[in-house]
């Protein structure tokens, strides 16, 4: 699918990242609406939208694909308040959000699932806001794509956008599937570095050099947290699982120290070497 107008709502690092890429692309219109002035203002210099809208509804108004690029909790309240522009026009839709399976849900009992697909580009940073977007940021990206039941169709055309359009790799996968898995393998490492800088701040040694072992695990804290705090609420039950499987390696290492177990510890950090070094090849 290659719309001749693409409207984007929201332009922070996600969302002007598409519209810049998108635009480079060679499509001819690319509308963008931000709640923050300055933002939509900084895309329109670069290039990134070719209109900047007042509100959200002008964009849905225009679009033949509309991408809502908002943090979890205002893209559930978008597909809501959007969802009779969408249906009434035929609009494509898709999302750009870490927590798939709330928003197909929303999706679905809207009656909107021919009009959308979720979408995930494993491209986040912990950076935020247009100064972080890059008009190259999807290219060579996986992207999962979440169909909502019945809408098989849509999800193919949006699939279609990602890998025509942006030359990402889309990849189909059920939403529960998706947040399921990405409770392991991000969500939990959202915590884990917040949960560390928390410690270091609260109870950590004062007035200390830092060094890259601290800081590159504390990486991710510097994240939005109101774009954290809904992505752990909305998959909450996926996220206590992995929390509990933490929490049992965390028990081993404490118990091998506690005893003064070297065989129990060796192991313990070996099995952690071992699988680095599967993912790394």
């Not at 107008?5 to 963008?32: C, E, K, N, P």
């Not at 597909?79 to 035929?90: H, N, S, V, Y």
Request: proline content about 5%.
């Amino acid at each position: 699918m290659r719309p001749d107008t693409l409207g984007v709502i929201g332009l922070g690092a996600m969302g002007g990242s598409l519209a810049w890429q998108a635009a480079g692309a060679g499509i001819a219109r690319v509308i963008g609406y931000s709640p923050v002035p300055a933002e939509g203002a900084a895309a329109l210099r670069a290039g990134a939208i070719t209109e900047l809208a007042a509100d959200p509804r002008k964009v849905a108004r225009r679009a033949d694909l509309l991408v809502l690029a908002a943090p979890p909790g205002a893209t559930l309240r978008l597909l809501a308040e959007l969802a009779d522009e969408i249906r009434g026009r035929g609009v494509l839709c898709t999302d750009v959000t870490s927590v798939k399976l709330p928003v197909v849900s929303r999706a679905q009992a809207l009656g909107l699932a021919a009009h959308f697909a979720g979408s995930h580009p494993l491209t986040g940073t912990e950076q935020s806001g247009f100064a972080a977007a890059r008009s190259t940021l999807y290219r060579d990206a996986l992207v999962y794509v979440t169909p909502v039941s019945g809408g098989d169709r849509a999800a193919q055309e949006v699939a279609d956008f990602w890998a025509g359009v942006c030359g990402s790799a889309p990849v189909m996968l059920d939403a529960g599937d998706h947040d399921r898995m990405l409770a392991w393998t991000s969500h939990l490492a959202q915590i884990v570095a917040s949960g560390l800088a928390a410690a270091l701040a609260r109870s950590g040694p004062k007035a200390v050099s830092y060094g890259p072992g601290a800081r590159d695990t504390t990486r991710l804290a510097g994240s939005s947290p109101e774009m954290w705090r809904d992505i752990l609420l909305l998959n909450r039950e996926p996220v206590l699982a992995a929390l509990d499987g933490l929490e049992d390696q965390l028990g081993e290492l404490r118990r091998a120290l506690a005893g003064g177990d070297a065989r129990a510890l060796t192991a313990w950090l070996k099995a952690g070497r071992e699988w680095r070094r599967r993912v790394e090849t």
